[in-house]
T-cell receptor
């Protein structure tokens, strides 16, 4: 049973560019959450998708957007990249309503470097 | 504002010694509480969680944590540390009650180093 997978593993972009990160949830899971983890910091909640809709959003600008597909996989898009967007981006999936009582399983993350 | 504080950025213990990692939270009510571990190149793995009931919770890999409402703390403990426990540990909280979707608030993390 595959766990949460993310692609790509690493990515290097330049300022002003756009990037798309991908996440496949654990089998049977229908809820996907995205987190940003800057170096030396704890993860910060970006947003959560459930039933193909953004359910809740953290304190991130509109440059950060996402999508969830009918097969529950998800994409995170970041436009107009800034140096400060360099971070590890984590995807977490869960089964159910996306409430905190549902255990979230995290993927290994995508390391984004913005030059 | 909701926040989580892990006072110790880095801790070194000898293999076989006991371990306690501290976590304090600031929240309007009793939150859901979690401890995660992150090894290099790995995603976050849930060690244990507290929602309600018994304030001493058992987790995987021999870890336990105790919720103390009066101290707003949720410290993680292990009686005997193994070299494989070396990793980054994160405490996290989330809103209790209805509408408690998956928004977790994480602490800054504590790096655990284990000496042979």
């Amino acid at each position: 049973d595959a766990g949460v997978t993310q692609s790509p593993t690493h990515l290097i972009k330049t300022r002003g560019q756009q990037v798309t990160l991908r996440c496949s949830p654990k089998s049977g899971h229908d809820t996907v959450s995205w987190y940003q983890q800057a170096l030396g910091q704890g993860p910060q909640f970006i947003f959560q998708y459930y039933e193909e809709e953004e359910r809740q959003r953290g304190n991130f600008p509109d440059r950060f957007s996402g999508h969830q597909f009918p097969n529950y996989s998800s994409e995170l898009n970041v436009n107009a990249l800034l140096l400060g967007d360099s971070a590890l981006y984590l995807c977490a999936s869960s089964q159910g309503t996306g409430h905190l009582t549902d255990t979230q399983y995290f993927g290994p993350g995508t390391r984004l470097t913005v030059l | 504002a909701q926040s989580v504080t892990q006072p110790d950025i880095h801790i070194t213990v000898s293999e076989g010694a006991s371990l306690e990692l501290r976590c304090n939270y600031s929240y309007g009510a009793t939150p859901y509480l979690f401890w995660y571990v992150q090894s290099p190149g790995q995603g976050l793995q849930l060690l244990l969680k507290y929602f309600s009931g018994d304030t001493l919770v058992q987790g995987i890999k021999g870890f336990e944590a105790e919720f103390k409402r009066s101290q707003s703390s949720f410290n993680l403990r292990k009686p005997s540390v193994h070299w494989s426990d070396a990793a980054e540990y994160f405490c996290a909280v989330g809103p209790h009650g209805s509408g408690n979707t998956g928004k977790l608030i994480f602490g800054q993390g504590t790096t655990l180093q284990v000496k042979p």
